[in-house]
Protein backbone atom coordinates (compact mmCIF):
# COMPACT_ATOMS: atom_id res chain seq x y z
CA UNK A 1 0.00 0.00 0.00
CA UNK A 2 1.31 3.59 -1.16
CA UNK A 3 0.07 6.62 1.07
CA UNK A 4 -0.11 9.92 -0.45
CA UNK A 5 0.05 13.56 1.30
CA UNK A 6 -0.01 16.96 -0.66
CA UNK A 7 0.81 20.24 1.17
CA UNK A 8 1.65 23.92 0.58
CA UNK A 9 -1.96 24.69 -0.78
CA UNK A 10 -3.21 28.19 0.68
CA UNK A 11 -4.55 32.08 -0.53
CA UNK A 12 -2.86 34.06 -2.96
CA UNK A 13 -2.89 36.85 -5.00
CA UNK A 14 -2.55 36.86 -8.29
CA UNK A 15 0.87 37.23 -10.11
CA UNK A 16 2.31 35.34 -6.57
CA UNK A 17 3.52 31.95 -5.96
CA UNK A 18 2.87 28.92 -4.24
CA UNK A 19 4.88 25.47 -3.81
CA UNK A 20 2.77 22.24 -3.42
CA UNK A 21 4.59 19.58 -1.31
CA UNK A 22 3.68 15.44 -2.19
CA UNK A 23 4.97 12.60 -0.37
CA UNK A 24 4.46 9.30 -1.12
CA UNK A 25 5.04 6.48 2.25
CA UNK A 26 4.51 2.79 2.78
CA UNK A 27 5.60 -0.43 0.74
CA UNK A 28 7.41 1.45 -2.30
CA UNK A 29 9.69 -0.15 -4.84
CA UNK A 30 9.24 1.65 -7.71
CA UNK A 31 7.30 4.89 -8.59
CA UNK A 32 6.94 4.95 -12.63
CA UNK A 33 5.57 8.81 -12.18
CA UNK A 34 3.94 11.23 -9.83
CA UNK A 35 1.85 13.75 -11.32
CA UNK A 36 -0.17 16.92 -10.01
CA UNK A 37 -4.10 17.15 -11.08
CA UNK A 38 -6.25 19.94 -9.87
CA UNK A 39 -10.16 20.14 -10.30
CA UNK A 40 -11.60 23.12 -9.77
CA UNK A 41 -15.82 23.82 -8.48
CA UNK A 42 -18.21 21.59 -11.31
CA UNK A 43 -15.10 20.82 -13.28
CA UNK A 44 -13.47 17.39 -14.19
CA UNK A 45 -10.08 16.92 -12.77
CA UNK A 46 -7.49 17.78 -15.19
CA UNK A 47 -4.02 16.62 -16.02
CA UNK A 48 -1.41 19.81 -14.63
CA UNK A 49 2.13 18.35 -14.77
CA UNK A 50 3.76 14.79 -14.56
CA UNK A 51 7.50 13.73 -13.91
CA UNK A 52 8.72 10.17 -14.78
CA UNK A 53 10.92 8.02 -13.08
CA UNK A 54 14.00 9.02 -15.80
CA UNK A 55 13.28 12.80 -14.84
CA UNK A 56 11.33 13.45 -17.80
CA UNK A 57 8.41 16.06 -17.29
CA UNK A 58 4.84 17.38 -19.21
CA UNK A 59 2.72 19.95 -18.79
CA UNK A 60 -0.54 21.00 -19.65
CA UNK A 61 -0.57 24.30 -21.66
CA UNK A 62 -2.26 26.45 -19.34
CA UNK A 63 0.46 26.21 -17.12
CA UNK A 64 3.97 26.09 -19.38
CA UNK A 65 6.24 28.47 -18.20
CA UNK A 66 4.86 29.66 -14.79
CA UNK A 67 5.01 26.21 -12.91
CA UNK A 68 7.57 23.45 -12.37
CA UNK A 69 7.51 20.15 -11.70
CA UNK A 70 10.62 18.71 -9.72
CA UNK A 71 11.24 15.84 -7.28
CA UNK A 72 13.46 14.20 -4.55
CA UNK A 73 13.73 10.53 -5.66
CA UNK A 74 15.07 9.77 -2.25
CA UNK A 75 12.24 10.88 -0.40
CA UNK A 76 9.84 9.56 -3.27
CA UNK A 77 8.60 13.07 -3.01
CA UNK A 78 7.43 15.62 -5.82
CA UNK A 79 7.03 19.20 -5.61
CA UNK A 80 5.27 22.00 -8.05
CA UNK A 81 6.58 24.99 -8.01
CA UNK A 82 3.58 27.67 -9.00
CA UNK A 83 4.48 31.15 -10.19
CA UNK A 84 2.09 34.27 -12.08
CA UNK A 85 -0.67 32.48 -10.36
CA UNK A 86 -3.59 33.67 -11.94
CA UNK A 87 -7.64 33.46 -10.40
CA UNK A 88 -8.40 30.63 -12.82
CA UNK A 89 -5.55 28.34 -11.13
CA UNK A 90 -8.12 27.86 -8.24
CA UNK A 91 -8.35 24.25 -7.96
CA UNK A 92 -7.99 21.59 -5.09
CA UNK A 93 -4.48 19.84 -6.28
CA UNK A 94 -3.90 16.30 -6.78
CA UNK A 95 -1.25 14.13 -6.27
CA UNK A 96 -0.95 11.09 -7.71
CA UNK A 97 1.58 8.26 -7.81
CA UNK A 98 1.92 5.27 -10.41
CA UNK A 99 3.68 2.43 -8.60
CA UNK A 100 3.73 -1.24 -10.59
CA UNK A 101 0.80 0.14 -12.66
CA UNK A 102 -1.37 0.72 -9.62
CA UNK A 103 -2.61 4.51 -9.23
CA UNK A 104 -2.86 6.22 -5.73
CA UNK A 105 -4.45 9.38 -4.77
CA UNK A 106 -3.68 11.86 -2.37
CA UNK A 107 -6.90 14.25 -0.34
CA UNK A 108 -5.52 17.08 -2.12
CA UNK A 109 -4.76 20.77 -1.12
CA UNK A 110 -6.75 23.64 -1.88
CA UNK A 111 -5.26 26.68 -4.03
CA UNK A 112 -7.20 29.99 -4.22
CA UNK A 113 -6.13 32.83 -6.44
CA UNK A 114 -7.79 35.40 -5.41
CA UNK A 115 -7.05 39.71 -4.60
Known amino acids: QVHVVESGGGLVQPGGSLRLSCAAS????????MSWYRQAPGKQRDLVSV???????NYADSVKGRFTISRDAAKNTVYLQMNSLKPEDTAVYYC?????????WGQGTQVTVSS
Open 96 to 104: KVDHFGNFY
Open 26 to 33: GSIYRIAA
Open 51 to 57: IFSDGST
